[in-house]
């Protein structure tokens, strides 16, 4: 079975611009978590999905920060514009229902904003 | 405040040697899980195990055990006869309304 897929595993982008992180969830999971984690720290959520709707957001920094699921599988996360302090590495992870204690990660995208 | 602390930043070892990863939480719930996690350098986050808050049984999976003690609100990790191939970085999460994790343990097993 694939694991959880995201895209790109890395990306530098001068800061001001904008960038897009796509994920796939492993297939017929329901569930959809962006975390973000910063050098030296732990995965911070951003925003959890349950199917198309996003049910915890309260992470997300809203005036940069957009994300959606069409069609309850794929997933984008945008930062526009991005600030040198948006380096971190954003990682996807789905589980089969809303169990926190099955989820499974993606191999995140590293992102560097110069 | 729901708080996940792993106090020791890095551990380096000798392979063989035997390692314990520590871990304190804070949380106000009776009912809650526990989990660790491996961050290999390639950056996957890999599930170890989940411990939930009623169940203080110590477990053991190969080389790996964890021991639960509510009454100090800890969750340590020990790796016997640890590998080279155990260099990763540890993490201990909690969860609440999501997973809150630690800041993690580096651990470096050198041959």
């Known amino acids: 079975e694939a694991g959880v897929v995201q895209s790109p595993r890395y990306k530098i982008i001068e800061k001001k611009q904008p960038v897009a992180f796509w994920c796939n969830p492993i297939s017929g999971h329901n569930t959809l978590y962006w975390y973000r984690q910063n050098l030296g720290q732990g995965p911070e959520l951003l925003i959890r999905y349950e199917n198309e709707e996003a049910v915890d957001d309260s992470q997300l920094p809203k005036d940069r920060f957009s994300a959606e699921r069409l069609k309850g599988v794929d997933s984008t996360l945008k930062i526009q514009p991005a600030e040198l302090g948006d380096s971190a590495v954003y990682l996807c992870?789905?589980?089969?229902?809303?169990?926190?204690?099955?989820?499974?990660f993606g191999p995140g995208t590293r992102l560097t904003v110069t | 405040a729901q708080k996940v602390t792993q106090a020791q930043t890095e551990i380096s070892v000798v392979e063989k040697e035997d390692v314990t990863l520590d871990c304190v939480y804070e949380t106000r719930d009776t009912t809650y899980y526990l989990f660790w996690y491996k961050q290999p350098p390639s950056g996957e986050l890999v599930f170890l195990i989940r411990?939930?808050?009623?169940?203080?049984q110590n477990e053991i999976s190969g080389r790996y055990s964890w021991n639960f003690q509510k009454s100090t609100s800890s969750f340590n990790f020990t790796i016997t006869a640890s590998q080279v191939v155990d260099s990763a970085v540890y993490f201990c999460a909690l969860s609440e309304a999501r997973l809150i994790f630690g800041t993690g343990t580096r651990l470096q097993v050198f041959p």
């Open positions: 992870a789905s589980s089969p229902r809303d169990l926190l204690y099955e989820q499974y």
């Open positions: 411990r939930n808050s009623f169940d203080e």
